[in-house]
């Protein structure tokens, strides 16, 4: 079968869905595609492992619409060949799809624990949170593999649901790395309290399906058995369909300020673009929904004609049982870490500091900052301990 189109979009996740309306916008006659290899239409995905477990809102709910647009979707294909020069691209399924502007939506891959069972869980898809839902019984033992930003969401959610919860993790405590020591700290506590085991230092070295459940290898030399097993260890970039095409990639794909490749007419956006970040100074590939949303609708925009850069810094949030944070720019705990606690690891800012620039903001339960965090990181300077604290309006 053949298609043709004016833009067509390979991803069918929020990033496709913020472009494919963004086109729609400027161009209300173009014809617009999507090819994704999963059988739903774009749907959101932070509820998947945070509004969805507490029962307030229905699963039908986080369906984006797209087909509203007027874009044509393609679901269950996954696009195997890019032909920049005669502008075409075929799916598994041997349908070729011919473009004039062609967006790389193809978003990221979990990484992997080594093994092969129905009960392990690599978190990410909505068929991943069903598979979970139904297993997810009160009384049930689930373990988490992780302990950053997936696994200490779903390590609450699946404590919320009743199940007897383990997090294993190789760092020393819940967002180590991210967060200072000492919230990192408070948190283990904060989980322990709610009932949530805590395996720190721990790495999952092997494992197997067993009729009674999954067994897991540790790398201390003991093992556990588990009635569900959910990994949150990363993502990896969806580049190999980029890099067959002879675009530049490198730690995702290399976009310009327009969320251009070195093509013209091809653009990336998403988990699985690398694009300079002005307000940074440096290239980043976020893997959050504002980024998701924010770039998908920016390159949707440039695609339909519109000549601007993507100058966002964007913001990613978290819930974790009845704490909320949400942040701009690095977080990472080996840069100058200042913090400022209206109440010890209740309400605060963390600012993250190098070099007298602030790369990076924490609002830890401090809410509506957002965009005065995006300033001060926007800010040249200098900047030191002194001069951050009670920046914030909030917190002044």
């Not at 739903?40 to 945070?50: D, I, N, V």
């Not at 959910?230 to 993502?235: D, I, S, T, Y």
């Not at 390159?299 to 949030?317: C, Q």
């Not at 400022?340 to 309400?347: A, K, M, N, S």
Request: with cysteine; proline share 4%; aromatic share 8%.
């Amino acid at each position: 079968m053949a298609y043709e189109y004016d833009h067509l979009i390979v991803g069918a996740g929020m990033t496709a869905d913020a472009a494919a309306k963004a086109i729609r916008e400027l161009d209300r006659t173009a014809r617009v595609g999507l090819v994704g290899d999963e059988r739903h239409a774009p749907y959101e995905r932070p509820p998947l492992s945070k509004g969805l477990w507490k029962d307030d809102r229905p699963i039908e709910s986080i369906d984006l619409g797209t087909s509203a647009s007027g874009a044509v979707l393609h679901l269950g294909r996954r696009v195997v060949g890019i032909d920049r020069v005669a502008r075409r691209v075929v799916d598994d399924q041997g349908g070729v799809y011919a473009y004039r502007r062609l967006l790389l939506a193809t978003g990221a891959t979990p990484r992997r624990l080594p093994i092969e069972d129905e009960r392990v869980i690599h978190f990410r898809t909505l068929d991943d949170y069903l598979a979970l839902r139904r297993r997810a019984v009160p009384g049930a033992s689930a373990a988490v593999v992780g302990g950053g930003f997936i696994g200490s969401e779903i390590a609450a959610s699946l404590a919320g649901a009743g199940c007897r919860v383990t997090m294993l993790f190789p760092g020393d405590g819940i967002g180590a790395g991210r967060f200072p020591y000492g919230l990192s700290d408070f948190l283990d506590g904060y989980y322990r309290e709610r009932g949530v085991t805590l395996r720190a230092g721990t790495r999952v070295v092997g494992g197997r399906g067993a009729r009674e459940g999954v067994e897991l290898a540790f790398s201390d030399g003991t093992e556990a058995r588990f009635d569900v097993v959910v990994a949150g260890l990363g993502v990896v970039p969806n580049t190999d369909l980029a890099a067959q095409a002879g675009l530049a990639v490198d730690d995702g794909i290399v976009v310009d300020a327009r969320l251009r490749t070195a093509d013209p007419d091809v653009f990336a956006a998403g988990d699985v673009a690398r694009f300079p970040c002005a307000p940074l100074g440096m290239r980043l590939r976020v893997e959050h929904e504002n980024a998701a949303i924010g770039m998908g609708r920016h390159a949707g925009r440039v695609m339909a004609g519109t000549d601007e850069d993507y100058t966002t810094l964007p913001f990613f949030y978290s819930d974790l049982f009845d704490l909320g944070y949400e942040a701009v720019g690095l977080l990472d705990d080996r840069l100058d870490v200042v913090e400022q606690w209206v109440q010890p690891y209740r309400e605060g800012v963390v600012y993250y500091l190098d070099d007298g620039r602030v790369r990076g903001v924490l609002l830890w339960n401090v809410w509506g900052q957002v965009e005065a965090a995006r300033d001060l990181v926007a800010e040249a300077g200098p900047h030191d301990a002194d001069s951050v604290r009670g920046r914030l309006p909030r917190l002044a």
